[in-house]
């Protein structure tokens, strides 16, 4: 069992020894519900930067292409280049707003990611995310496109 805060979240470290695609089902249940099991699927590669390589020749990376029409643009594999504006991180998580200033239509072009993982980070650091859009949010009055970071590179290029 995996305790959940009050506000129903959980984070279990698991070591995935293997390169390669693990799924782990997770079973959750609560009172006076039938239980759910979700498949999460890890993948584990032997270097990032080559992972980074192979992602980067076919993810989309104009943010144009990915800030418009964003509930069209779910599930979309994305790598961002930018500069972190702001970050905060948990035990378990790190939330950042990156600032893709290169190839921008017109500054700001901010996009927000979630990493399920701690990372040192700071504002103003260089750093490429490769994830895939879940939709956006919204951020000083503007929607701004939200990204499920699979992994994060520091550094303007993989």
């Known amino acids: ?28 249940e609560a ?34 292409a990915i800030a418009s029409d964003l509930g069209a643009k779910r599930d979309l594999e994305v790598m961002l280049k930018g500069k972190i504006t702001e970050v905060r991180t948990t035990t378990h998580t790190t939330v950042l707003v990156l ?6 239509p017109q500054s700001p072009c901010l996009a ?15 750093l490429t995310v490769f994830g895939r859009v879940v939709g956006g949010v919204d951020f000083a009055g503007k929607q701004i496109p939200e990204v499920r970071a699979d992994f994060v590179l520091s550094g303007s290029s993989p």
């Open 1 to 28: 069992p995996i305790t959940v805060d009050p506000e129903g979240r959980f984070a279990q470290l698991m070591n995935v020894s293997s390169v390669g695609e693990t799924t782990i089902f997770i079973r959750a």
């Open 99 to 104: 600032d893709r200033e290169s190839g921008c």
């Open 112 to 126: 927000r990611a979630f990493l399920g993982a701690k990372i040192a980070a700071a504002r103003g650091d260089d």
């Open 31 to 64: 009172k006076n519900y039938a239980p759910r099991l979700v498949p999460l699927r890890v993948r584990r590669v032997h270097d990032l930067r080559q992972e980074a390589r192979r992602i980067g020749d076919k993810a989309v990376s104009s943010y144009a």
